[in-house]
């Protein structure tokens, strides 16, 4: 029985992220979440106590896999290198991802714009965690001297993390245009970084 409730959340969460990402927040319908994951609404609901908390696991399981994909390539190359270094390529990879994944972006990028208090709340946690861990980088090179900043870390942190929101902005408004020589993110974060590895 554990293994056949495992089995319907698993296709429940699995249905909502596609909704969710082909459809928005607002035009995902949790009667249309539990027809196309072939549960009643009474089972959905049994899984997920409403719209927001679907919401929110679609968007942990794009940030799951997020993480996955954007930091396996990381950790594996780059032992050693600098913060700076390290971000610059997490946010490449990030920006990468964004193109192969536009449905887990649309998730990811919702969870910024939503106003549902919940999900808000959520997701100031979920940044403040990222800035922290973005610090502690860059704090651990400014102690071995790798690294001089004109602003401190907490605030350096942050503003990876607004360009890191621009960056999936402008590569799905790219993408909607379906431009092919449009924003190139690659060539925006060479240009960060060199900007700011000089200030």
Excluded: C, H
């Excluded at 940030?63 to 994909?69: A, G, P, T, V």
């Excluded at 929101?165 to 060539?187: C, H, I, Q």
């Amino acid at each position: 029985m554990a293994d056949d409730d495992d089995e319907k959340r698993e296709r429940i969460l699995k249905t909502a992220v596609k909704l969710f990402g082909r459809e928005g927040y607002y035009g995902t319908r949790m009667s249309e979440v539990a027809r196309q994951s072939r549960v009643s609404p009474k089972t959905l609901y049994r899984y997920f106590s409403g719209k927001t908390e679907l919401f929110i696991a679609s968007r942990d399981a794009a940030m799951d896999r997020l993480i996955r994909e954007i930091l396996a390539p990381v950790q594996q190359g780059l032992t050693g290198e600098s913060s700076f270094t390290v971000i610059k390529e997490i946010l490449k990879s990030y920006s990468d991802f964004i193109r192969r994944n536009r449905g887990l972006a649309r998730i990811l990028a919702e969870a910024v714009a939503i106003v549902d208090e919940v999900i808000k709340a959520d997701e100031i946690e979920t940044f403040t965690n990222g800035a922290a861990a973005i610090a502690w980088l860059i704090d651990t090179d400014v102690r071995e001297g790798r690294l001089k900043l004109v602003a401190d870390a907490d605030k350096t942190s942050w503003l990876f993390l607004s360009l890191a929101a621009l960056l999936t902005y402008s590569v799905l408004l790219d993408l909607d245009r379906k431009s092919v020589a449009g924003f190139d993110p690659n060539f925006a974060l060479d240009v960060f970084f060199d900007v700011m590895q000089q200030a």
